[in-house]
């Protein structure tokens, strides 16, 4: 991983997006860092961690069927605190739920919705 990332933070990334099916997931064994904590740890450049975040199951589920459902947010928040990652990207809560943000921001998450496959035929 060092051997990829440190040249594109020495030729000037200076935030890097990384994306896993989970964000929980840690990337190596030994260590419960995931892909962004990684990623700040090796290179010192901010990061941005996605997967799953608040729903209970991953996006390749929903095309077998399966609906995710919210799920709580204190393990993100405890990797935030702790400094893994700078930023947080949310997808599938916000395609469920336009007002997801406002929701948690509010910490009204007994209103939050599921994501289902039918979410995504919601776009135009």
């Known amino acids: 991983m060092e051997a990829w990332l440190l040249p594109l933070a020495e030729a000037g990334v200076d935030l890097f997006h990384c994306s896993q099916r989970r964000f929980w997931d840690a990337e190596f064994t030994g260590s419960d860092l995931n892909f962004a904590g990684w990623a700040k740890k090796l290179t010192g450049k901010a990061t941005i961690t996605v997967g799953s975040v608040g729903l209970s199951?991953?996006?390749?589920?929903?095309?077998?069927?399966?609906?995710?459902?919210?799920?709580?947010?204190?393990?993100?928040?405890?990797?935030?605190?702790?400094?893994?990652?700078?930023?947080?990207?949310?997808?599938?809560?916000?395609?469920?739920?336009?007002?997801?943000?406002?929701?948690?921001?509010?910490?009204?998450?007994?209103?939050?919705?599921?994501?289902?496959?039918?979410?995504?035929?919601?776009?135009?």
């Open 57 to 124: 199951g991953d996006f390749l589920a929903a095309f077998q069927g399966e609906t995710a459902m919210p799920s709580s947010l204190d393990e993100l928040l405890r990797r935030f605190d702790r400094g893994d990652f700078d930023l947080v990207a949310v997808g599938r809560p916000l395609l469920a739920d336009a007002e997801w943000a406002e929701k948690i921001h509010e910490g009204r998450t007994s209103d939050l919705s599921n994501f289902s496959k039918k979410a995504l035929a919601t776009l135009s």
